[in-house]
């Protein structure tokens, strides 16, 4: 199975080296982040294994604007009319007017091990090369709870993008912490909480600093945008990771 629940009306859905969140209230679901654009079966599959149909979703949230987080938004989009929300420093990256992420060659330059190797290949075989922007999302409201279900409050968390948002998700004591925070990735030979490798982000002691904004909320779960759940709470988790900060490859 490629999703797990994590907690009530909470699961988490395996794309390809990449995790999405799927909160449900009743017939109603919102999806955080849409995987790869290869990944848009594993969506619409765990959404009927869940009992569900792709229409359910009312929303999708989009953490930051990289092709491994978009993926399957325009095929959601177009095949099932479903909206996409970022942040509104987040806007302009995800409709493809300006770029903050990582070029093939910058990538081709690290596959320098077996791991990097064959996640070269399935992230080529998801789609990676494939240009994906996504002209019809819209920024949602800066303040407060929004009103969709699971009602998740946006953490704006900028470094790793400059409109990088993470969610705090108050009825499950959970955060959503996009690629501000993750627990591993196939390119980085850290275990546990931490930045991705330098390379990734567009501004990594912006992200570091953002650690400030995240360890404040209360969340025990934490949910990153790769890497296993981590379920010792959200300041232990941002200890490590600017611990393990400067261990991180360029
Ligand atoms: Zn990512």
Request: net charge negative.
């Amino acid at each position: 199975m490629r999703y797990q629940q994590v907690a009530d009306d909470v699961f988490t859905i395996r794309g390809t080296d990449v995790n999405m969140v799927l909160l449900r209230d009743g017939r109603d679901l919102t999806l955080i982040d849409a995987g790869w654009y290869g990944d848009a079966r594993t969506i619409e599959q765990t959404i009927r294994a869940l009992g569900h149909r792709p229409e359910d979703i009312v929303a999708i949230l989009l953490t930051h604007a990289h092709l491994d987080h978009v993926g399957a938004m325009n095929h959601l989009h177009h095949r099932y009319a479903i909206p996409a929300y970022t942040s509104p420093a987040e806007v302009a990256h995800a409709r493809g007017e300006c770029h903050e992420s990582a070029t093939p060659l910058d990538v081709i330059k690290r596959l320098t091990d077996r791991d990097t190797l064959a996640w070269a290949a399935r992230i080529t075989a998801a789609g990676g090369l494939r240009k994906n922007t996504v002209p019809h999302i819209q920024p949602f409201p800066t303040e407060g709870p929004l009103d969709l279900p699971g009602t998740p409050i946006p953490v704006p968390c900028p470094g790793h993008t400059s409109g990088h948002s993470a969610f705090h998700l108050p009825t499950a004591g959970a955060i959503a912490t996009g690629d501000t925070l993750v627990t591993a990735h196939p390119t980085s030979k850290i275990k546990g909480p931490q930045p991705l490798p330098n390379f990734f982000n567009h501004d990594t002691p912006a992200t570091i600093a953002s650690y400030a904004a995240l360890e404040s909320v209360p969340a025990d779960l934490v949910l990153p945008g790769h890497g296993p759940i981590w379920r010792d709470g959200i300041a232990t988790a941002v200890a490590q990771a600017r611990e393990n900060a400067a261990h991180q490859r360029d």
